[in-house]
C-alpha cells in the first residue's frame, strides 16, 4: 500500500477537525453516545476526503488518459472560445523583419539582469 502524501494529511485533518466541531456545534450533543457518532463521522470523511485527493505521477481523468482526438477536439473548442472573445486581435502579429531595430534591441538591454 503506498504512503500517503503530505497534502492527503493535511486536507485529511483538517476535513477531521472543521467537521467534528461544525458537528459538535450544530447538534449540541453532551453525551458519551453522541461524540462517538460525531467523531466516528468526521474521521470517515477525513479519510474519504485524502483518498480522494489526486496521486502525484497518476493519470488523472483530464490528463494523461485522453486519447488524441479528445485532445484534439479540446483545443478546437479552446480555439473557438478565444476567437469569440476577440483573444486573436489582441495578439499583436508576428514583426516580418529580420533584423530588430536599434530601438526594440535598446529597450531588451536597459531591462537586462546582466548589469
Known amino acids: 500500500m503506498p504512503r500517503p502524501t503530505a497534502a492527503q494529511f493535511a486536507y485529511g485533518s483538517a476535513t477531521v477537525v472543521a467537521t467534528t466541531l461544525a458537528l ?3 447538534f449540541r450533543t ?3 453516545v453522541g461524540v462517538a457518532a460525531v467523531g466516528t463521522t468526521a474521521l470517515a470523511l477525513g479519510l474519504l476526503v485524502a483518498l480522494r485527493l489526486p ?4 493519470p488523472t481523468a483530464g490528463g494523461a488518459g485522453q486519447t488524441a482526438t479528445d ?4 483545443a478546437a473548442r479552446t480555439h473557438q472560445a478565444l ?3 476577440g483573444a486573436r486581435e489582441r495578439v499583436p502579429a508576428a ?3 529580420e533584423r530588430p531595430s536599434a530601438r526594440s534591441s535598446a529597450r ?4 537586462s539582469l546582466r548589469r
Open 95 to 97: 514583426r516580418s523583419s
Open 55 to 58: 496521486r502525484p505521477g497518476h
Open 30 to 32: 453532551e453525551s458519551g
Open 71 to 74: 485532445r484534439a477536439s479540446a
Open 108 to 111: 531588451t538591454d536597459e531591462h
Open 83 to 85: 476567437e469569440g472573445i
Open 24 to 26: 459538535l456545534l450544530l
